[in-house]
């Protein structure tokens, strides 16, 4: 099945930098990218997701691209703010699987 | 529109006593899924249900573990004679169909604990 690896595993960034964070899959099939934020206690929250017929998505300050031949897509925050603080899952899906492959997520500390 | 409704949000145990986990998809969802996440870790699949089946339970125990979506009502997620290795977020999602480009919407969680 599908593999999902998260990279690295704690960022610490300053406020109004940027912030990013990498994952690899395994399964070349895979057509189906999201990303979700957690925060301590709470659910898992969609922030933004991807899917393989294109290579950028972009929500405001947020930003997802999508390299298919290397395998790897970026979550990409930028002018980060104390509230970006939180742990960060990504995961894959590829066509004819009932589930989200999850990666073990990044914890993204933003200092004020 | 009601986002997916979990409940109990807090569950205590005694090893084992029985946990049933209760998950209310989002309005016009008709797709469940099960995911485990252990403190500290990420999120682990267990089984996937439409209603009345079991689509997909690869990812669960094969034992004390069970799930079910009736016609009716919520699905549920069953652990009987509960361990402390059971103690972990139960998190219910739902998606409107099963396709691999569907979004999936999570639940606020049950949090299980075993004493």
């Known amino acids: 099945g599908e593999n999902v690896e998260q990279h690295p595993s704690t960022l610490s960034v300053q406020e109004g930098d940027s912030a990013v964070i990498k994952c690899t899959y395994s399964?070349?099939?895979?057509?189906?990218f999201p990303w979700y934020k957690q925060e301590l206690g709470k659910r898992p929250q969609l922030i933004i997701d991807i899917r393989s017929n294109v290579g950028e998505k972009k929500d405001q300050r947020i930003a997802v691209t999508l390299n298919k031949t290397a395998k790897h897509f970026s979550l990409h925050i930028t002018e980060t703010q104390p509230e970006d603080s939180a742990v960060y899952f990504c995961a894959a899906r590829a066509p004819g699987d009932n589930r989200l492959a999850f990666g073990k997520g990044n914890q993204v500390v933003v200092i004020p | 529109n009601a986002g997916v409704m979990q409940n109990p949000r807090h569950l205590v145990r005694r090893r084992g006593q029985e946990a049933r986990l209760r998950c209310s998809p989002m309005k016009g969802h008709s797709h469940v899924y099960w995911y485990r996440q252990l403190p500290e870790e990420g999120l682990k699949f267990m089984v996937y249900l439409q209603k009345e089946n079991i689509i997909d339970e690869s990812g669960m125990p094969k034992e004390r573990f069970s799930a079910e979506f009736p016609k009716e009502g919520p699905s549920i997620l069953r652990i009987q004679q509960v361990v402390r290795g059971d103690s972990a977020a139960y998190f219910c999602?739902?998606?409107?169909?099963?396709?691999?480009?569907?979004?999936?919407?999570f639940g606020e969680g049950s949090w299980l604990t075993v004493v």
């Open positions: 999602a739902s998606s409107a169909t099963g396709s691999s480009g569907n979004t999936i919407y």
């Open positions: 399964d070349s099939a895979s057509n189906y």
